[in-house]
């Protein structure tokens, strides 16, 4: 008995303009086990040190997590020669990014985006109130003149995916330094690194010396994507003492759990692991580059665990590329009316599957 007529509850104006979150594809009918390379995910898993410190908290799960995330900070401190002090963890960076939006952005604010960053940060911002204005990328890289010029005296926050998504290219460390210097010192610049993990460039800078000498530099990292951890849903932020007291006051005590914070940990430290499914997805990167030349299949160069195909041949096109990868078992995600046109992107796999990809986008391109 719903009708439109009769009086309810109406959401904020900001949730009411906002439109659902469309997820990656998870299956394909008739299909048993799907080869899914839609959403970033790692194809090795995380490390067997993670899983058995994931296991082990099987036999604890009737007490509350330890509320001040003390083990985890300190390893992520450790391993990356941070201030245990200056890390706060959440339920994925996600929840991160949504705390720094929340404590700082209100209705009235203007919150710049960057062209290919996170789709979250608009709903949150939005949602708060906000106008989001977008900074484009016309190189498919962050552009810091762009970011500058969208600055206005409302701006509250600059957002930046670095390396962006859905490209994977990043802002070289030169740019990142202009950035920086060319933002006033009451504007908080967010430097989403859910792929930071992945770059091994010398001039990849992922930002932590600008959290510790500026108070308006915050990072965001993950471990949803080298670290093979996104359904335990573990992220953490890097931030200066003034953003961190204010999540603080809003974060809930108990928003990392017991298990993700365990198994966090012990992926951090396993530093050996990390650098290997480094280099194999580096190495794949390069291989599948290779492998996509002549074909008339453009390979946009990415320092992530994906990669942005373009179709130029005549009659093929991204929708008949995934139709076809579909039908040899193979999910790819289809760049929206958000990102570069004409593209899939495509997560990088294990050597063998990238190998069915290759295969079957070449038999496509020749078909
Ligand atoms: C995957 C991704 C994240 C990470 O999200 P989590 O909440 O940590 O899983 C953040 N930003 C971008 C651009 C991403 O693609």
């Known amino acids: 008995m719903h009708s439109a007529s009769r009086l309810k509850p109406e959401p904020t104006t900001g949730v009411a303009s906002l439109a659902p979150y469309q997820q990656g594809k998870l299956a394909i009918a008739g299909v048993a086990n799907p080869l899914k390379l839609s959403s970033n995910e790692s194809m090795a898993g995380p490390s067997p040190k993670a899983l058995a410190a994931y296991r082990a908290m099987a036999d604890q799960l009737a007490l509350y997590p330890d509320g001040s995330q003390r083990a985890l900070r300190e390893a992520l401190a450790q391993v990356h020669s941070l201030d245990a002090d200056h890390i706060v963890c959440g339920n994925g960076s996600e929840e991160l990014i949504q705390l720094v939006i929340r404590a700082f952005v209100e209705a009235g604010d203007e919150v710049v985006l960057s062209q290919y960053s996170f789709a979250m940060a608009f709903i949150h911002a939005t949602a708060q109130g906000a106008r989001l204005v977008v900074a484009d990328e016309p190189d498919l890289r962050p552009d810091v003149d762009k970011m500058l010029a969208a600055v206005t005296p409302r701006t509250k926050m600059v957002i930046v995916a670095s390396p962006n998504n859905p490209v994977g ?93 365990a198994a966090a940990e012990a992926a951090a430290r396993d530093t050996d692991y990390a650098d290997a499914i480094r280099r194999e997805n580096n190495i794949e990167l390069a291989r599948i580059a290779a492998a996509f030349a002549g074909s008339g299949i453009e390979f946009v160069p990415s320092a992530a665990n994906f990669y942005l195909l373009r179709f130029m041949a005549a009659g093929r096109d991204p929708a008949g590329a995934a139709a076809h990868l579909e039908a040899d078992g193979i999910i790819p995600r289809p760049v929206n009316a958000g990102g570069p046109a004409g593209c899939l992107r495509i997560t990088v796999g294990r050597p063998h599957q990238n190998d069915r990809v290759i295969a079957s986008l070449l038999a496509y391109m020749q078909g």
């Open 169 to 261: 290219q990043y802002l070289p460390a030169a740019e990142l330094a202009r950035l920086v210097d060319g933002l006033p010192p009451h504007i908080i610049l967010l430097l989403d690194g859910a792929y930071a993990d992945y770059v091994d460039a010398p001039d990849f800078d992922a930002g932590e010396r600008y959290v510790e000498a500026r108070d308006n530099v915050v990072m965001t990292r993950t471990f949803s994507k080298l670290y093979g951890l996104a359904g335990l849903r573990i992220g953490w932020m890097y931030a200066p003492p003034g953003i961190i007291d204010a999540v603080q006051r809003i974060r809930t005590p108990f928003n990392a759990n017991a298990a993700a914070l």
